[in-house]
């Protein structure tokens, strides 16, 4: 099967920057569009960033000016760099990837999830 696997979280302190990795494996052509979602807990999981095969990109209001997501369409990897940190970004957070068939319904693929902690 396809899998995502997410890479780059950590610990760090208010104001700095981390950059996430996801690269899919697995029996795939190409993934239309990827993106990142995070959740913390008693709250429904949210949108960061998404970014189609012709990289046009899709920002959270709370995210933008502070990340940036990309992507590697020969390696079928997205990134996410993530800039001036703030407490509130604190989540687990989520790689997704989005497959389009023309035969039927899209397909839906999600990484196990990468912890973010951002320190007060």
């Known amino acids: 099967q396809v899998q995502l696997v997410e890479s780059g979280g950590g610990l760090v302190q208010p104001g700095g920057s981390l950059r996430l990795s996801c690269a899919a494996s697995?029996?795939?052509?190409?993934?239309?569009?990827m993106g990142w979602y995070r959740q913390t807990p008693g709250k429904q999981r949210e949108l960061v960033a998404t970014?189609?095969?012709?990289?046009?990109?899709n920002y959270a209001d709370s995210v933008k000016g502070r990340f940036t997501i990309s992507r590697d369409n020969a390696k079928k990897a997205v990134y996410l760099q993530m800039n001036s940190l703030k407490p509130e970004d604190t989540a687990v957070y989520f790689c997704?990837?989005?497959?389009?068939?023309?035969?039927?319904?899209?397909?839906?693929?999600w990484g196990q999830g990468t912890q973010v902690t951002v320190s007060s």
């Open positions: 697995g029996r795939i052509n190409s993934l239309n569009i």
């Open positions: 997704n990837g989005r497959q389009i068939m023309s035969w039927g319904p899209a397909r839906d693929y």
């Open positions: 970014i189609t095969s012709a990289t046009g990109t």
